[in-house]
Nanobody
Framework: QVQLIESGGGLVQAGGSLRLSCAAS????????MGWFRQAPGKEREFVAG????????FYADSVKGRFTISRDNAKNTVDLQMNSLKPEDTAVYYC???????????????????WGQGTQVTVSS
């Protein structure tokens, strides 16, 4: 059983930055594909960014590409999301997730996720 705990959310003005962190415990972190997702009020949960267990390079939703950066530290069992140039439309609850198998394409569709964190609120004011 993998447990995921997010931190780093908060209130920020448009154009500002936040760094989210997800700490994992209870499993072999280095073997999991990791992702960040978000859910705004009244909307479905959507993919934001992911990083495969075998490749440290990230992949991103078009809406955040060039502004967000995902990184993982297998020694610390953490995966971070650096968010720059934040926009009001980035406001959502952000979730960390782990998938034991599957492709980047599957993660983009929220398929194959084994574990979710409890979420952290990010609010971007205009």
């Amino acid at each position: 059983q993998v447990q995921l705990i997010e931190s780093g959310g908060g209130l920020v003005q448009a154009g500002g930055s936040l760094r989210l962190s997800c700490a994992a415990s209870g499993g072999t972190f280095s073997t999991y594909n990791m992702g960040w997702f978000r859910q705004a009020p009244g909307k479905e949960r959507e993919f934001v960014a992911g990083v495969m267990w075998i490749d440290t390079s990230g992949f991103y939703a078009d809406s955040v590409k060039g502004r967000f950066t995902i990184s993982r530290d297998n020694a610390k069992n953490t995966v971070d999301l650096q968010m720059n140039s934040l926009k009001p439309e980035d406001t959502a609850v952000y979730y960390c997730a782990a998938a034991s198998e599957g492709s980047a394409q599957a993660m983009r569709k929220l398929l194959g996720i084994n574990y979710w964190g409890q979420g952290t609120q990010v609010t971007v004011s205009s």
